[in-house]
């Protein structure tokens, strides 16, 4: 499904922390939100799954308004992986992953055998299916981000939100989390910090700076010392093998081509 930002500008506190922020996503698409802290990346993915509501522009699902979907439709379409999730709940594994079919179940309707088969191959996709019976209360950082990526999956939605989806993962654990994104047949928006999974993994990346879009495009593209002296004030150096193939901001990582940039402003 395509997502659309057009013009989207936030205001907390009564002071604007995005403005007339514009791009586009299709559909299939894995965008990178990147950007120093306070840019604006979470505040903008908020207004995606109506945490928050533009003070002006308008978010769009396909060439619909989220702003007039209900409730159950927006659950339908958009599932939400967030950066600190409050996970103190009584709860297992499987039944916090079960929570994500609650758009597709009648009020107080039990769960479907094909609920259950959701949720079993959501677990197990992401590699938490040995802690079914596990109490959420009980696992690490990283396994709770997986349970609720899982929990996002069972979801089954076209469009998956991920607010810094590696936090609290190794290395090991951030590229097969990442592996999985980049193999999901939906469009996913993720905000990241890590610039070389940007590299790595999306198809397009959009850069923050103080609420406002400062560079949209495929990242070996956009992501140039230049640019990130400018959005980070670091020093940066690109580094490529004899093909060209990114490899890495300053130390090497896992060999990729860049893809075809299916973002646009």
């Known amino acids: 499904m395509r997502v659309r930002f057009d013009g989207v500008t936030v205001a907390l506190g009564g002071r604007d922390v995005v403005h007339e922020a514009?791009?586009?996503a299709e559909s299939g698409a894995v965008v990178g939100l990147l950007g120093p802290n306070g840019s604006g990346k979470s505040t903008l993915l908020r207004t995606l799954y109506r945490a928050v509501r533009p003070r002006t522009g308008s978010v769009h699902l396909g060439d619909v308004d989220i702003a007039g979907m209900t409730g159950r439709e927006a659950a339908r379409a958009v599932a939400v992986m967030l950066q600190d999730p409050h996970t103190d709940f009584d709860l297992t594994v499987h039944e916090l992953v079960l929570l994500g079919r609650s758009p597709h179940r009648r009020a107080l309707?039990?769960?479907?055998?094909h609920d259950l088969e959701v949720?079993?191959?959501?677990?197990q996709s992401v590699g938490v299916d040995d802690?079914?019976?596990?109490?959420?209360g009980t696992l690490s950082g990283g396994q709770r981000q997986r349970v609720m990526l899982a929990r996002a999956l069972a979801q089954q939605t076209p469009v998956i939100v991920l607010d810094e989806p590696s936090n609290h993962l190794d290395i090991r654990h951030q590229i097969d989390l990442m592996t999985i994104i980049r193999g999901l047949d939906r469009t996913v928006i993720a905000a990241l910090h890590d610039l070389n999974l940007a590299l790595q993994y999306c198809d397009g990346v959009v850069v923050l700076v103080d609420g406002r879009v400062l560079a949209a495009g495929p990242p070996a593209e956009v992501l140039t010392p230049e640019l990130i002296r400018t959005a980070f004030d670091v020093d940066?150096?690109?580094?490529?093998?004899?093909?060209d193939r990114v490899l890495s901001f300053r130390a090497p990582s896992a060999l990729t081509t860049p893809r075809e940039s299916r973002l646009h402003t």
């Open 109 to 113: 309707g039990r769960e479907s055998s």
């Open 119 to 123: 949720v079993d191959q959501a677990m």
């Open 236 to 243: 940066a150096r690109l580094l490529t093998d004899t093909d």
């Open 22 to 24: 514009s791009l586009t």
């Open 131 to 136: 802690l079914a019976d596990r109490m959420i």
